[in-house]
Every structure is written in C-alpha cells, then in structure tokens.
C-alpha cells in the first residue's frame, strides 16, 4: 500500500554535492518520521539523518555540518541535502518512514529500494 521512491543518487566527485529525494506514495494519512540510512560495503547500516513531522532532526555523527535533511508534509516527502562529499560517504542509501499511518495500517514503517551514492576522489 504504501512506496518509497528514491532518486538524486548516482556519481560525485569529493567536495561536490548531490540532493536525495524520497516520495512516499499510498493512502498515507500522516508519517511521523522520515529519514535516511547508509549501508557501505563490509559496514553496518547506520543513521545518516531523520526528521519528525515537526521538524525535529537528528544527524548521524558523520555527516553533522555537512548534510541537511527537510521534509515536505504535504508531499510526504524527504529530501537529503548532501555537501561537502567525502569518499567516505560512498554508499547504498535507504530511505525510511516510521510511524506511517493509512487507512488500514497504523504506526508501520517502510523502506525504499536504496540509491547508489558514489563519491571519487
């Protein structure tokens, strides 16, 4: 019932930037969080950024200063502004919603595909 769809990912020179989109599609009433995970390989999957309904945000250590998340309520959108690339941040990253609420589920969470970031030094 409910998509996320990922785009913005693809190649970057270190230094350079690239703008995450996350659109989540369906009979969605509200979501309470949306963000950003990171998987590189032979690494953990771990938070990069997230952001309540209301506007509170949450960094991974990593990418503090560097990154900055937003949201459109209305569109149920993310957004993942990326600056100052760093090889580092070479990863798949997955798109989640928490606490999405439609009209036959309550409070379920769900992930996008994931988007190939590639940052070259």
């Known amino acids: 019932q409910v998509q996320l769809e990922e785009s913005g990912g693809g190649l970057v020179q270190a230094g350079g930037s690239l703008r995450l989109s996350c659109a989540a599609s369906?009979?969605?009433?509200?979501?309470?969080?949306m963000g950003w995970y990171r998987q590189a390989p032979g690494k953990q999957r771990e938070l990069v950024a997230a952001?309540?309904?209301?506007?509170?945000?949450n960094y991974g250590d990593s990418v503090k200063g560097r990154f900055t998340i937003s949201r459109d309520n209305a569109k149920n959108t993310v957004y993942l502004q990326m600056n100052s690339l760093k090889p580092e941040d070479t990863a798949v990253y997955y798109c989640?919603?928490?606490?999405?609420?439609?009209?036959?589920?309550?409070?379920?969470?769900?992930w996008g595909q994931g988007t190939q970031v590639t940052v070259s030094s």
């Open positions: 369906g009979n969605i009433f509200s979501i309470n969080a």
């Open positions: 952001i309540t309904s209301g506007g509170s945000t």
């Open positions: 989640n919603a928490d606490g999405v609420h439609t009209s036959t589920h309550w409070g379920y969470a769900y």
